[in-house]
């Protein structure tokens, strides 16, 4: 099935430990993204990646950080997890080069992140 | 500041009753808004893209619009199945590719 997948589905830690989500997209395109769902719903953007380059960062404490190895990986890595850390977090991908230039977003189905 | 206010949080409908969720936003140039829809345990899944104001479009029962100010979801004889939170979306030419997102409208069908 052509679509964006994340893991784990559920991760349950204790505060200070540091976890990894993954995301791949096997759509073909350019741009991924991280986006963080509060308990309200309320989703906010945290990264966006356009072809390996970093092109928004938005305010999030440094312990979070992305790393894409190639334009169909998208990972987060998280340090010294906190409570309010917890939330559920969504990856995200859309074509920019080529097409019109608000080409929608396909989500992934998140990842739970409870820290205890 | 892109915003973007939905309401209601919530609704209630019978199945059949038709209903409307409003989508109001402030951006620095609309790119486009769009319209989601997202289940439980699930990601938003995309269901329309608006440019500009008076642009209409349909997919089953649901019909977006829009105007300079905001968006509606106008809902027809609904069923269960349409269950779901709805999320509205903008994307402004300031933002780049980013989406701002509203708090979305929880729907509930009932039989």
């Known amino acids: 099935d052509t679509a964006v997948s994340q893991t784990p589905k559920y991760l349950v830690t204790q505060m200070g430990n540091d976890k990894s989500i993954k995301c791949e997209q096997n759509l073909g395109h350019d741009t991924m993204y991280w986006y963080k769902q509060d308990s309200k719903k309320f989703l906010k953007i945290m990264f966006s990646y356009n072809n390996k380059e970093l092109i928004i960062n938005e305010t999030v404490p440094n312990r979070f950080s992305p790393k894409s190895p190639d334009k169909a990986h998208l990972n987060l890595h998280i340090n010294s997890l906190e409570l309010g850390d917890s939330a559920v977090y969504f990856c995200?991908?859309?074509?920019?080069?080529?097409?019109?230039?608000?080409?929608?977003?396909?989500f992934g189905n998140g990842t739970r992140l409870t820290v205890t | 500041e892109d915003q973007v206010t939905q309401s209601p949080e919530a609704l209630r409908l019978q199945e059949g009753e038709s209903s409307s969720l409003n989508c109001s936003y402030t951006v620095s140039g609309l790119r486009g808004l769009f319209w989601y829809r997202q289940d439980p345990g699930k990601g938003p899944e995309f269901l329309f893209t608006?440019?500009?104001a008076g642009e209409e479009k349909e997919k089953e029962r649901l019909k977006a619009t829009l105007t300079k100010k905001e968006s509606f979801l106008h809902i027809t004889a609904p069923k269960p199945e349409d269950s779901a939170t709805y999320l509205c979306?903008?994307?402004?030419?300031?933002?780049?590719?980013?989406?701002?997102f509203g708090e979305g409208t929880q729907l509930t069908v009932n039989p």
């Open positions: 995200a991908s859309s074509q920019r080069q080529g097409r019109p230039y608000n080409s929608p977003l396909h």
């Open positions: 608006l440019y500009s």
């Open positions: 979306a903008v994307q402004a030419g300031t933002s780049g590719s980013r989406l701002t």
